[in-house]
């Protein structure tokens, strides 16, 4: 028998990176998938009876907010994500260079779940939504974020700025426009939040790399990525040509039904599906958490494969992963996430006052961090 192993069996596993969906056993060894011989695998030191179930890597929420203590927003990682089948999530902005050493310290350090995390420019990052963040890019420090990506190299993984017209005001554009500057001196990313942006979303998406992400993009509040016509812009799709990622982020504000649906309609999917979770609406009936919002997704047509790509290989590589988060490929960590897909109907809602009943629901059942178990539904069948 091999100390320290696992085997799933009977499940139809999901793994897009590896481009497979299908019945098939996952194996681990230690903190890690393997692909054994037939033998081993009966041997394995603990089964997991997984029949009628969907296996998948452990999620990835690209959007959190989980500076707890630190930000008004932010919960605490481990007891709410795991339940939830996700096993690495990015904060998105919570911090800045101000206080980026006590959410390392608080949070990152502290954490079971792999917490990596884009720097808000803005030096005190997102503390309170009770006013905006101080976007002037005259307090924007390139030495300082130098430090800070050296020292926690791996787990800072890119820059966020907020475009919204109540953040930006009378800057406009500006903020984004040094973000991208700082961004290239850094080599990395930035995310950019592009709710009732302060001008066309033309112009806001001419100034974004290959690479950057537009998050927040099926929100309703002024310039969006529909024509009057309710077709995707051309513009945004040249973006995407180029390289710019489209993530959801849905939050209860940044989406808007009509948009979801028409640009779904247009054949305008999602790259990346997060959730922007904070504390006010982790298990709310607006986000709930990621299980959420990819069944939402699915019932708004987007298929399997594509829903939980969004949510594994996509994110694991925005965050510089691939190959070790967001796959069941041997030989990367053994973090998984098993469903059952139920038929049962839920009422999504929104800050806009608008509904959707989706017809399915994610219902977690087991959550695998690093080989061990962190989470077990009750009625979850596995033997020891
Ligand atoms: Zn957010």
Known sequence: MARGSLLIRGGTVIDPASDFWGK?????????????????????????????????????????????????????????????????????????????????????????????????????????????????????????????????????????????????GEFGLAPLRAAVNLAGELGCRVTVHTANPPCDVAELLSLLRPGDVFCHCYHGRGSTILDQQGKVRKEVRKARENGVLFDTADARIHHSYPVIQAALADGFFPDIISTDVTRASLFGDMVFGLPAIMTKYLSLGLSLPNVVKACTAAPAELIGMSGKLGTLAPGAFADVAIFQLTNTPFLFKNRLGETFLGDQLLIPKMTILNGKIMFRQIDFSCHR
């Open 24 to 168: 098939r056993d996952v194996y681990i060894c230690g903190n890690t998938f393997a692909d054994p011989a037939d033998g081993e695998k009966a041997d394995a030191e603990e089964i997991i009876e997984a029949d009628g179930c969907l296996v998948m890597p452990g999620l990835i929420d690209n959007h959190t907010h989980c500076f707890y203590g630190g930000s008004e927003l932010g919960f605490i990682p481990d007891p709410s994500l795991l339940p939830m089948g996700v096993t690495a999530a990015v904060d998105q902005g919570s911090a800045g260079i101000a206080n980026c050493d006590s959410f390392m310290q608080m949070v990152v350090n502290h954490s079971q779940v792999r917490v990596f995390c884009n720097l808000h420019v803005s030096p005190t990052g997102l503390i309170t939504e009770r006013y905006p963040e101080n976007v002037d890019p005259q307090n924007y420090s390139l030495e300082r974020l130098k430090e800070l990506f050296q020292q926690y190299a791996g787990r800072i993984v890119g820059l966020k700025v907020r475009q919204g017209q109540e953040m930006v």
